[in-house]
């Protein structure tokens, strides 16, 4: 089953959230989680998503920056994930971890190909360390 996730942030309207949903219908995503979040809130439902994924899953989403602020994050979240069995397909990148070809291509990749600027990564990085050292 493909799941799809959907995010928006409080500054994007309610016409973003539906384009993603229409855009995962169309990629096969038969159940949705999606919400709108604040750039310090947790995504409660992405938890949901990935508590109702099973084995042999996919959880779809349109870009990287929806399930996560820095690579580092997405490629923890896929590592989490393939622990579970479940994979994580990036609609507008090569990336699927639910297949070899996928996986092939997450593995030799640069990073920035993940939809995130290395510079917006390295800054997201550096901000996260300095709010844990206070």
């Not at 809130?41 to 989403?61: F, H, N, T, Y």
Request: contains cysteine.
């Amino acid at each position: 089953m493909i799941i799809g996730y959907c995010r928006i942030n409080t500054f994007e309207s309610a016409a973003s959230l539906e384009e993603q949903k229409l855009h995962l219908a169309r990629c096969g995503a038969e159940n949705f989680f999606y919400e709108k979040t604040g750039m310090f809130s947790l995504a409660s439902e992405l938890e949901r998503a990935i508590a109702c994924a099973r084995k042999g899953d996919v959880i779809a989403v349109t870009k990287p920056y929806r399930v996560a602020r820095t690579t580092r994050q997405v490629l923890a979240l896929i590592e989490r994930l393939g622990d579970k069995g479940v994979g994580l397909r990036i609609i507008d990148t090569p990336i699927d971890s639910s297949t070899t070809t996928g996986r092939m291509i997450l593995a030799s990749a640069p990073l920035w190909t993940l939809g995130m600027s290395p510079l917006r990564s390295m800054l997201s990085d550096l901000l996260l360390f300095w709010r844990r050292r206070r």
